[in-house]
Nanobody, 118 residues
């Protein structure tokens, strides 16, 4: 089993910043990618950012230029630096890990709430 634990959510005013962290532990075989999705009330879950095994990154269109994803040297912790936050960034942010070699699986955290007030 792989455990995924997020931290760093909270309440912030528009224009402010937050930093989320996510650590994967347990039966790590190979982390192929880690990242963040978010879900706002009444909306589908959407990609925020992910970092791949080759350190390449992908971002959702709405956060490009404002958010940055990075990871530690061991590759099992990712950080999401969120700047210039907007009320539409409000939602539950979920971290996920894709772990495995021949077969790979996604593991999800419980989610952390981010609320941006206007």
């Amino acid at each position: 089993q792989v455990h995924v634990v997020e931290s760093g959510g909270g309440l912030v005013q528009a224009g402010g910043s937050l930093r989320l962290s996510c650590t994967a532990s347990g039966r790590i075989v190979r982390i192929n990618r880690m990242g963040w999705y978010r879900q706002a009330p009444g909306k589908e879950r959407e990609l925020v950012a992910r970092i791949n095994i080759d350190k390449s990154t992908n971002y959702g269109d709405s956060v490009k230029g404002r958010f940055a994803i990075s990871r530690n040297r061991a590759g099992n912790t990712v950080y999401l630096q969120m700047n210039d936050l907007k009320p539409e960034d409000t939602g539950v942010y979920y971290c996920y890990v894709n772990n495995g070699a021949l077969d790979s699986y996604d593991y999800w955290g419980q989610g952390t709430q981010v609320t941006v007030s206007s």
